[in-house]
């Protein structure tokens, strides 16, 4: 009994042995867990930004004036409620909640100061263009729910400095381009769930920004939107003033750029689908810290001055030197620093085409365009940067399976020695000749120990089985 029991014990002791190794291995290959901190992340619920309390300073039909013959239109503040705004520039305001008034005029209260929030009744049907634009203390807009839609014209709330958070209701059903342009800090944006014309929502998933849904047009964007797969354009202004954005993942749905939709902004990198046909009349310009753009592989319909008075522009990747001198054409003589843009130009080389082989079957290429006098090299999302040269992820293969040093081949396509096209492996195995996938190395041992145990385990217990049936009296 005690040979069977210690047989007994070994035979499970390795069960476990082998049923831990396999788990192990198995998470460790195939499982991603995504975690925040321990902490599952919970969508945000719409809601209207919390504002200030609804004693306001003015609200009364008397303290505005209305457009002449036409009663219904809000033109500003009469002289009753300057005299009570005065040198204030925290007045909380409400237009008149009175059936009779429908609009505000165009520039109705445009560049006022003295306003820090603002309450749109459920009487107003539209809010002309620039009615509250250049509002440099305008930090909260509320708005009363109904059944009458509201049409937000161009540039109704443009260039409000210190708007951070924006809400859209659900009775708005037209918002034209540029209506929140040069926002520089707005954050988050959100669209009322009921609303049927726009919305801030990707399948449960707030995105900060607003999106026309019949067009698939993002028209409010702001420095944390994440742009959905889905979308076709960005919209006239969208994107432009806003602060704190870097760089921009654009899907490959994207088709069109409009006029100056990311003016002004903080962009610092960008990659362009090659699905986009149109690049619109200044779509970046003003884009002061804009170092690199990776332009699509195909010759793109531009308007004029797309890259006017990016000072700090260095590099533009492009399918051909020609394609390319077209966009640099389409840039000031600033756009490239160091002299004219026809000395730039003479110093502009389209030298080299980069192949990447990945992993996981893809493969993808770039074009190195480059300024002999300034190193530019690939970062991991396909533009360029001055600093490192930088892949996706570990070390990269040649075909000779040896591991590409980087910072001589940055030095090289620096001094343009190297001029034929080059192909990068993400793993050495993928130049095998089965071209099958490998193992990681700290999924390799698992993986190779788990089938060696169950031999063992399978030998020791036929052992046991001959030894309990031909010899049971020696068991006993």
């Not at 409009?258 to 689908?273: D, E, N």
């Not at 006098?373 to 533009?383: A, C, Q, R, S």
Request: net charge negative; glycine share 6%; with cysteine.
């Amino acid at each position: 009994m005690k040979i069977k029991r210690i047989i007994f014990t070994i035979c499970v002791a390795l069960l476990f042995v082998c049923v831990g190794g396999f788990l192990e291995a198995f998470a460790s290959s195939n499982i991603n867990f995504k975690v925040d901190n321990g902490q599952c992340e919970e969508s945000q619920v719409e809601t209207q930004p919390t504002l200030l309390e609804n004693n306001f300073d003015i609200y009364l039909p008397e303290h505005f004036t209305y457009k002449e013959n036409e009663p219904s239109v809000v033109t500003g503040f009469s002289r009753l409620a300057k005299n009570i705004i005065g040198d204030r520039v925290d007045i909380k305001m409400s237009l008149p909640n009175i059936e009779s008034v429908k609009e505000v005029s165009n520039f109705a209260f445009d560049s006022e100061k003295a306003i820090a929030s603002v309450y749109i009744p459920s009487n107003i049907t539209k809010i002309g263009t620039f009615a509250f634009s250049h509002d440099e203390n305008l930090i909260d807009i509320r708005w009363e729910d109904g059944e009458e839609n509201l049409t937000l014209v161009s540039q109704t709330f443009f260039n409000l400095k210190n708007l951070e958070n924006l809400y859209i209701p659900a009775r708005v059903s037209e918002i034209d381009g540029g209506c929140f342009g040069f926002c520089p800090k707005l954050k988050t944006v959100r669209v009322a769930l009921e609303n049927q014309n726009f919305t801030s929502n990707d399948n449960g998933e707030e995105i900060n920004a607003v999106i026309n849904v019949k067009s698939k047009e993002i028209v409010v964007g702001c420095q944390n939107t994440i742009v959905p797969n889905y979308v076709e354009s960005i919209g006239k202004q969208a994107f432009s003033g806003v602060k704190g954005l870097t760089t921009l993942l654009l899907p490959d749905s994207l088709i069109k750029i409009k006029t100056s939709a990311f003016a002004g902004s903080s962009i610092q990198t960008i990659k362009i689908p090659d699905n986009v046909e149109n690049i619109g009349h200044q779509a970046f310009s003003g884009c002061q810290e804009l170092i690199s753009v990776a332009m699509p592989n195909n010759d793109v319909e531009l308007g004029d001055d797309v890259f006017k008075d990016c000072q700090r522009l260095e590099c533009i990747i492009a399918p051909s030197k020609m394609i390319a001198e077209k966009y640099i054409s389409s840039t000031t003589q600033e756009g490239f620093q160091n002299g004219s843009l026809e000395e730039q130009k003479d110093k502009i080389t389209y030298i080299i085409r980069l192949n990447f082989e990945l992993l996981s079957g893809n493969r993808y290429s770039e074009y190195k365009l480059f300024q002999r006098d300034i190193d530019w090299t690939l970062l991991e999302n396909g533009t360029w940067d001055k600093k490192s040269f930088i892949f996706s992820k570990g070390e990269w293969f040649n075909e000779n399976s040896e591991v590409i040093d980087i910072e001589t081949l940055a030095e090289k396509m620096k001094n343009g020695e190297l001029t034929e096209e080059t192909t990068f492996y993400e793993d050495a195995s993928l130049l095998s000749s089965t071209k099958g996938e490998s193992l990681e190395p700290e999924t390799l041992i698992p993986a190779l120990l788990l089938p060696i145990l169950l031999i063992i385990e399978l030998l020791i217990f036929v052992i046991y089985v001959r030894v309990k049936v031909k010899k049971p009296e020696e068991i006993e």
